[in-house]
């Protein structure tokens, strides 16, 4: 007989990570194309020497770095295994029954039905704008006495879609202070809107505020998993009782603190992925397709209930693309020759008849 497993696990959705196929070009999970730079590429190297000792739990070195890059405190930093267990751990903190409440837009991230339903918590959808942005009211309005925690992915995941400063701080001001706020900023170094709210400042005068950010995006450090979390002591605090114990490890921090310093030219290299992604917005647009204007690293294709039989069509033509159930197909901007073989693809006079009928 197998050993007894919680019940409530089985309504949680399996994690579905990007498709790779060997092959074929892959715009299915939101990565950086380029590697790791030389700087970052030889501290992983230095430290795989060391591979035998446990890596420093605090992370000190990496927050202290982080602090001092973001112009908060040491106390304000905590570091995870991506910004996803962070996620998972905001949820530990802050929830410890099924009555607790998640409050997140739909569709958002697909970690955070998980990490609520894993947290024991319930989950709480308000479903986007027509225009497939966060509907900050509605959002607002649905905050009740059992709400431990709020969700908002800016720009949001999958839509790419973002809310400016003067939005985001009325909502801010419309949420009781009891309730921990989570800006979800993963693809802040994407973002070129005008009004562009900065989670870190706007946290600094709203302690029920924290800021989740990533060296999976930009960084280009995906597969080593560093994010990290800024916010009051109190919430760093009770993320650090939460920790898995050395769960960044040791190549993890050597190779975020390497990329840290180096940022400047990891920075500037957003700026052509932004003239890519600016260049396949308008040709998808001029296509016929409903495109949102995207400040992340990835354009959006609502395609309801054709989302699946688009991927797979266009998978079938050598792109890998991410189709979400029966909303849309979230397409992430690669280099110049990969992103024009999927505009070729879905500028087909056959794709065209047959997905935007
Ligand atoms: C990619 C992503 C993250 C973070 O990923 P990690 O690799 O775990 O740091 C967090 N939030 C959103 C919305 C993302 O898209």
């Not at 039905?113 to 704008?129: D, E, F, M, S």
């Not at 431990?148 to 701080?169: D, I, Q, S, Y």
């Not at 505020?209 to 605090?237: D, E, M």
């Not at 890998?320 to 999927?342: A, S």
Request: aromatic content about 8%.
């Amino acid at each position: 007989m197998t050993a007894q497993i919680r019940p409530d696990l089985e309504s949680i959705p399996a994690y579905t990570p990007g498709r790779s196929n060997p092959g074929a070009v892959k715009l299915a999970s939101n990565e950086t194309t380029v590697g790791p730079l030389p700087a970052a590429a030889k501290a992983i190297a230095e430290a795989a020497e060391l591979a035998n000792r446990y890596p420093d739990n605090q992370v000190t070195e990496l927050r202290t770095a982080l602090a001092e890059f973001l112009g908060v405190g040491y106390e304000n930093v905590a570091v995870g295994c991506g910004s996803v267990a962070l996620c998972q751990e905001l949820v530990q903190i802050t929830c410890s029954s099924p009555s607790d409440e998640v409050l997140f837009a739909w569709r958002s991230f697909e970690a955070y039905p998980i990490v609520t339903k894993v947290g024991n918590a319930t989950a709480v959808q308000v479903p986007l704008t027509p225009g497939q942005v966060h509907d900050l009211d509605a959002l607002a309005a649905a905050v009740t006495e059992r709400t431990k925690l709020v969700f908002v992915c800016n720009p949001n995941n999958p839509t790419g879609t973002a809310v400016g400063k003067a939005e985001l701080v009325r909502f801010l001001d419309a949420v009781p202070s009891h309730v921990l706020v989570v800006l979800d900023e993963a693809y802040y170094e994407y973002v070129r809107l005008a009004d562009h709210p900065d989670g870190v400042e706007i946290g600094r005068t709203r302690p029920n505020v924290v800021v989740l950010r990533t060296f999976s995006k930009a960084y280009g450090l995906a597969g080593l998993r560093v994010g990290y979390a800024v916010g009051a002591p109190a919430v760093i605090t009770a993320l650090l009782k939460v920790h898995i114990p050395f769960s960044v490890n040791r190549l993890a921090q050597a190779a975020a603190i390497a990329s840290l310093e180096s940022r400047h030219e990891l920075l500037d290299r957003t700026d052509l992925l932004v003239t890519e992604r600016e260049r396949v917005r308008d040709a998808l647009v001029a296509m016929g397709y409903p495109v949102p204007p995207s400040e992340a690293n990835f354009v959006w294709l609502p395609l309801g209930a054709r989302s699946a039989e688009f991927g797979e069509a266009s998978a079938a033509a050598g792109v890998l693309v991410r189709p979400y159930g029966t909303d849309g197909v979230r397409v992430t901007i690669g280099d110049p020759h990969e992103n024009d073989l999927f505009l070729s693809f879905a500028g087909e006079p056959e794709v065209l008849a047959r997905f935007l009928a």
